[in-house]
């Protein structure tokens, strides 16, 4: 059964880069599915990030798209996500997942997904 | 953007009775409607895609309804194990995915 964990730094600050990856297992990240982040902020609802594929092909949220940047690294079978000039508000439970359509299109559903981290983004 | 809004906002219901969750959406979304699962402290969970169809895995007493703009997940028969958010998504205006606020079920 597929797994996700994602992993990197619980604490970012003001304007810079928070950078997560996405660990796969018992799947390989080159199969037709795509992968994407979703966050949710605490005690609030998600909010989609964005999905890739094993090509690198992607789609972000417009929202959040001139700060996202998502890659993949089929070597280590994991993904990752960037996400430039943050602030307070982009504190939030990040979740990685597995897009669950299976035909080399992101369905844009997502199942099943990783455990979560939670990112704060103070000074 | 298409704005999913959910009713009740909480629901408090007893083991073996039916619960009914409403999402409406801000513009017609086809059948591209799915409903999740979150447990306090965990990850959600996929219940139903496209309106009516369940993942292999999830128990028949979930079941999703509508098309257009309105939609209803239902759990026939409640569990105490049920109780949890509740949150629909919409994927018509790809790459606009939007979520619903959630609805949280009690069980007493």
């Known amino acids: 059964q597929v797994q996700l964990q994602e992993s990197g730094p619980g604490l970012v600050k003001p304007s810079e880069t928070l950078s997560l990856t996405c660990a796969v297992s018992?799947?390989?990240?080159?199969?037709?599915?795509?992968w994407g982040w979703i966050r949710q902020p605490p005690g609030k609802g998600l909010e989609w990030i964005g999905n890739?594929?094993?090509?690198?092909?992607?789609y972000y949220n417009p929202s959040l798209e001139s700060r996202v940047t998502m890659s993949i690294d089929t070597s280590k079978n994991q993904f990752s996500l960037k996400l430039s000039s943050v602030t307070a508000a982009d504190t939030a439970v990040y979740y990685c997942?597995?897009?669950?359509?299976?035909?080399?299109?992101?369905?844009?559903?997502?199942?099943?997904w990783g455990q979560g981290t939670l990112v704060t983004v103070s000074s | 953007e298409i704005v999913l809004t959910q009713s009740p906002v909480t629901l408090s219901s007893s083991p073996g009775e039916r619960a009914t969750l409403s999402c409406r959406a801000s513009?017609?979304?086809?059948?591209?409607l799915a409903w999740y699962q979150q447990k306090p402290g965990q990850a959600p969970r996929l219940l139903i895609y496209?309106?009516?169809h369940r993942p292999t895995g999830i128990p028949a007493r979930f079941s999703g309804s509508g098309s257009g703009t309105d939609f209803t997940l239902t759990i026939s028969s409640l569990e105490p194990e049920d109780s949890a958010v509740y949150y629909c998504?919409?994927?018509?205006?790809?790459?606009?995915?939007?979520f619903g606020q959630g609805t949280r079920l009690e069980i007493k």
């Open positions: 997942a597995r897009d669950f359509g299976d035909y080399g299109l992101p369905l844009g559903v997502f199942d099943p």
């Open positions: 018992h799947s390989s990240i080159t199969s037709a599915h795509f």
């Open positions: 890739i594929n094993h090509s690198g092909s992607t």
């Open positions: 513009q017609s979304v086809s059948n591209y």
């Open positions: 496209d309106a009516s």
């Open positions: 998504q919409q994927r018509s205006k790809w790459p606009s995915i939007t």
